[in-house]
T-cell receptor
């Protein structure tokens, strides 16, 4: 157990639907990062939150949004889902400029049918 | 912006040594990380370099040259369980976000 908790582990949904992925960071970590990994692709940075505020944004689609709550857990909302959104979605957390980089959660595998 | 290049695939034999190279171009550098990722699983931390030189940790070593924008991961005494993808990542100086390369898939054969 890495200390970063992601739920659900698997999600199957239809095109056009909306889903919410949840992440609880490791205790004491203030930063949360979301990444998308499509089949045989690298990790694509989506968005970063630090202590409740958005800090950096990557190539995140307008159909996707995220937030970090006062208890530091984060949610990634994906709407108007398309087949191409099927991927592994990872959440990671880190301490500021930590020498260990990120600690990743086990991911949510989203399948859009 | 940032650009990270590493080979797509490599193969090696059990017991051998393999070197996985990574080159990067970045507007703000604050460290280079190597992660291991088995298929369908989360990446796990292997090594971190922020200064030039070699960092050794058991069978794994990582080297960094900031002036050349170059790093490598050296795996010794390869084992079958080392078959995985190895991800090179550069940390952005302003935001702490990690930008990942596409990863190198290593296959270890008996």
């Amino acid at each position: 157990d890495s200390g970063v908790t992601q739920t659900p582990k698997h999600l199957i949904t239809a095109t056009g639907q909306r889903v919410t992925l949840r992440c609880s960071p490791r205790s004491g970590d203030l930063s949360v990062y979301w990444y998308q990994q499509s089949l045989d692709q690298g990790l694509q940075f989506l968005i970063q939150y630090y202590n409740g505020e958005e800090r950096a944004k990557g190539n995140i689609l307008e159909r996707f949004s995220a937030q970090q709550f006062p208890d530091l857990h984060s949610e990634l909302n994906l709407s108007s889902l398309e087949l191409g959104d099927s991927a592994l979605y990872f959440c990671a957390s880190s301490a500021p400029s930590g020498v260990y980089g990120y600690t990743f959660g086990s991911g949510t595998r989203l399948t859009v049918v | 912006g940032q650009n990270i290049d590493q080979p797509t695939e490599m193969t090696a034999t059990e017991g051998a040594i393999v070197q996985i190279n990574c080159t990067y171009q970045t507007s703000g550098f604050n460290g280079l990380f190597w992660y291991q990722q088995h298929a369908g699983e989360a990446p796990t931390f292997l090594s971190y370099n922020v200064l030039d030189g070699l960092e050794e940790k058991g069978r794994f070593s990582s080297f960094l040259s900031r002036s050349k924008g170059y790093s490598y991961l050296l795996l010794k005494e390869l084992q079958m369980k080392d078959s995985a993808s190895y991800l090179c990542a550069v940390r952005d100086q302003r935001s702490d976000k990690l930008i990942f390369g596409t990863g190198t898939r290593l296959q270890v054969f008996p």
